[in-house]
Structure formats: C-alpha cells, structure tokens
C-alpha cells in the first residue's frame, strides 16, 4: 500500500480518536490547574499545581490506588489461567457447543449495572446463596460485611471478565497446527508437556492481549463498584480509582481536583501498561 493510501485511510479515524481522547485529556489538564466547584463552574479559579499536589498528598487517593492494583494482581492472572481451563474443555467438546459459549458469555454481553444488579441479588438477604446455607446447612449468612465485600467485587469482576478470556484462547486454540502437536505426540511427549511447551507458547501473544485489555478496564472499574456497596461508607475499603474520583467530583465537588486526579490517572496507567506494550513489541518483532 502507498503511504498516501495508508493516511487517507488512517485520516478519519485518527481526527476521531484525537477528538474523543486526546481533546478531553487537553482539558482535563488545564481544568486540574483550577480550583472549580459546582458554584463556580463558569469562573474557575487559577491555582496552578495546588491540585496536583493536593491528590499526591491525598491518603484517600493513595488508598483508592493501592486497592486497584490489588484488584489487578487478583483478578487479572486468575482470569487468565480459568479462561485458559475453561477454553481448553471447549476444546474438546463437540455437542452442544454453542450452547455452552452462548452460556459463558452470558455475564459479558448483559449491560453491566443490569449484571451487577442480578450478581447483587444473587447474594443479598433474600437471595439464592443465602437461602441455600440456610436451608442445607441451617447457616445465616450476611456477604455484605465490610471483611467480605472485598471478595464480592473481585469475584464478581472474575465472574464477569473471564468470558472475554475463554473465547479470546479458544479462537487461539483453533489457530494451532496439527503438526507440532504430531510430533510432539510421536517423541512420546505427555498432555501436560505438549500443553507447557507447544500450545501456552502459541498463545503467548493472545496472554500479553488479555492482559493488557483486563488491566486497562480494571483501572475504569466503577459501576460494580457503585451498585455492590450503594455508596455506603462502610465499605470504604473497596474504592478503586475511578470511584474515588467521583467521589472528588460529585460527593465532594471538587471539580478541579478531579480533573487532576483524572491526569494523574492515566499516566498511571502508561506507566503500568509499558512494559507489557513493550513485551508485545519485541514478540511481534521476534514473529517477523
């Protein structure tokens, strides 16, 4: 393709992707230099770096950042390692196997707040697993305790992410030749070594997506967030980075320093996602 095809294709969706990101990320950064509430949205206030000081010296921001890492190191490899179980059963099965994919991806296609609302009420007071307890095992349970809320969202974020992970490897496991396998089967090698050395090598690209794109949409988790504690103060122990941060905004309308926290956000996230952009890299180059 000649280069002047390539930026007249390129063209449109760059001008796009420059209008819905790199816009607003512009006036993010110059609303965190303003001190701005809802009272003086129209006449913020120039402050400079105060906000960005402010949220670097914040504990609550500090806390809300240390729980969204958590969140990651949980959630993320045991999303990876179950999507890989559950694509390898697939793998094998042959009846019925539309049924069972349009069954995993069930809690992935549903809206999330209507998911997170059924997941909610699935644990609730009056919902099925309390009621199982009590009727087998004469136990009363409450899962809405500030010691196991935590547990809530990182099963509820397994729950609902693992699909993308089972269908990502399993169109994967579709993409391996026969013949390593072949031949790996001829030198006598067992299951468990042709899936360590022939099949997790193939897939080593598709691991590097997953989680890059689970890592990504961890750091914008917020509406399982604001649907399994309702805003409860007792549960403050569970806010990710984008709950705070509307907690900044809305409870505490703190605009400016939003905005700020918002900046300081997303160079978080590049400095997380770099070494995993830079892993991606070297292997396409290695592929080449």
Do not use: C
């Amino acid at each position: 393709m000649e280069r002047k095809h390539f930026y007249f294709f390129v063209a449109p969706s760059l001008v796009i992707m420059l209008a819905l990101m790199v816009a607003p990320l512009l006036a993010a950064i110059w609303l965190g230099f303003h001190r701005m509430t809802f009272t003086n949205v129209t006449e913020p206030v120039w402050v400079g770096l105060e906000n960005y000081i402010f949220m670097l010296s914040d504990q609550g921001f500090w806390n809300s950042f240390a729980f969204t890492i958590l969140y990651i190191v949980v959630t993320v490899p045991i999303q990876i390692v179950l999507g890989m179980f559950v694509a390898l059963m697939l793998d094998q099965v042959r009846a019925f196997r539309g049924i069972y994919m349009a069954a995993i991806l069930l809690p992935f296609i549903v809206t999330p707040i209507v998911g997170t609302l059924i997941y909610r009420q699935t644990f609730d007071r009056y919902g099925i697993y309390p009621y199982i307890l009590d009727q087998v095992f004469g136990l009363e349970v409450n899962f809405f305790l500030p010691a196991n809320i935590m547990s809530l969202v990182f099963f509820h974020a397994i729950w609902y992410v693992t699909p993308f992970a089972i269908v990502t490897l399993f169109a994967g496991l579709q993409t391996i030749p026969e013949e390593p396998l072949e031949a790996a089967k001829v030198d006598g090698a067992g299951w468990l070594r042709r899936l360590w050395h022939v099949i997790i090598p193939h897939l080593r690209s598709l691991f590097l997506l997953i989680a890059l794109i689970s890592i990504m949409d961890a750091y914008r988790v917020f509406d399982s967030i604001f649907v399994l504690t309702k805003q409860n103060p007792i549960y403050s122990n569970v806010e990710t980075l984008m709950y705070y941060n509307y907690e900044v905004a809305v409870v505490f309308q703190r605009l400016g320093r939003a905005n700020a926290m918002s900046v300081l956000t997303v160079l978080g996230i590049f400095v997380i996602l770099v070494p995993f952009l830079y892993m991606t890299y070297k292997q396409q180059v290695e592929e080449r």
